[in-house]
């Protein structure tokens, strides 16, 4: 069956039986132009049957007239027809009449799509524009050519491949390009068919900031090195949120982050487009104050009672031990009341704040005289 056939496979070979097919040759019979099978699934039960031709006929307009016996309930026939179904279902037959235009340029129209390997893509990159031409029931179409133009400029044709395709690859400058193709028939399919895109091409984008020490948490101020791979490059940075512009402050130190915050940073260099934004948030987290303890270590003549403080930490709170464990959060919680001592023992105690990170341990060894 040759391609736009108007159908390409025996519907009746799942039971062994055949279809109707009609085919036009060239004037020497040396190839084949056109050819199609023509029939439904056929009978099976209680007799076998496929559809049968008895008859053709040629008019001045190379329309091929085909008569003979459908035995298939699903026979194909056109919208409009004299009769669309058999009479009766099962093992008998009915006549059957059809037109077939043989001229196989007028059978089955294409459409083209057109897509780019990049857009929009950077200046400089090779850009591959790529044409698929398909049929009307969507298969394939190998033969003929597509013309490809550039803003309306005509590029050199190119052959289908087997996959359908053909494509190119023009040079194409810094803006926007109007890209069109169009599919050139052989005679087996109908000829107007075209698609068009437009292309940009845009600079590159500047590579985007590093920054070191990595983006996290701190106990300490930080020293923030910013580090661009574009070679001529100069970085702009914010701190308030703000999307860094050429307005921004300029980096040209290290930046000293002394507190919680997010750090913004962008690329600008000749011949780039602005880089990506790099956002990074810094959290500084310095230990909480040492807890003292009054009195300090030592002895207690009898039962005494010890003070844990650091009155320079708001909201501070204190953690304490006595049975020499490392205290936690989990631990006694501290009371203005102190800590009653009556016996040799060791306290440890840790203190922690909001805005801050766990305190040193204190330690403190007490005995009674």
């Known amino acids: 069956m040759t391609e736009g056939a108007l159908q390409l496979t025996n519907q009746a070979a799942a039971s062994h039986l055949s279809n109707p097919f009609v085919s036009k040759l060239n004037p020497t019979g040396t190839e084949l132009l056109y050819s199609t099978y023509l029939g439904g699934s056929g009978v099976v039960y209680p007799y076998a049957f496929g559809d049968s031709p008895y008859g053709l006929a040629l008019d001045g307009s190379d329309n091929a007239y085909v008569v003979g016996f459908a035995f298939s309930d699903n026979f194909p026939v056109t919208t409009g027809a004299f009769q669309t179904a058999k009479p009766s279902q099962g093992a008998n037959s009915s006549a059957f009449v059809a037109k ?48 490809f133009t550039v803003d309306g400029k005509l590029e050199p044709a190119e052959m289908l491949n087997a996959s359908g395709t053909a494509s190119t690859a023009p040079s194409l400058a810094l803006g926007s390009h109007t890209v069109q193709a169009s599919y050139a028939s052989t005679g087996t399919y109908d000829a107007p068919s075209s698609a068009s895109l437009t292309e940009k091409i845009e600079l590159p984008f500047a590579a985007t900031p590093v920054f070191s020490p990595a983006v996290g948490t701190y106990d300490k101020a930080q020293w923030l090195i910013l580090t661009d791979a574009t070679k001529g490059a100069t970085l702009y940075y914010t701190t308030n949120g703000d999307a860094p512009a050429l307005g921004a402050s300029l980096y040209s130190t290290p930046i000293k982050v002394t507190k919680t915050e997010t750090i913004r940073a962008a690329a600008f260099a000749p011949g780039y487009t602005e880089s990506v934004v790099a956002s990074g948030a810094y ?45 936690t959060t989990a631990s006694t919680r501290y009371t203005p009341a102190g800590i009653k001592v009556s016996a040799a023992e060791t306290i440890k105690a840790i203190a922690v704040a909001t805005g801050y990170s766990e305190s040193a341990v204190a330690t403190a060894a007490y005995t009674i005289k």
């Open 100 to 147: 077939l235009n043989m001229n196989s340029s007028t059978q089955v129209g294409t459409s083209t799509a057109l897509t780019a390997s990049a857009n929009p893509a950077v200046e400089g990159a090779k850009v591959r524009i790529t044409a698929k031409i398909t049929d009307s029931v969507g298969r394939e179409v190998t033969n003929g050519s597509v013309v």
């Open 283 to 327: 959290t500084i987290t310095p230990p909480a104050p040492t807890p003292t303890f009054r009195p300090g270590a030592g002895s207690f003549n009898s039962t005494g009672t010890v003070k844990l403080a650091d009155l320079a930490t708001a909201g501070l709170v204190i953690y304490y031990t006595t049975n020499g464990d490392t205290p």
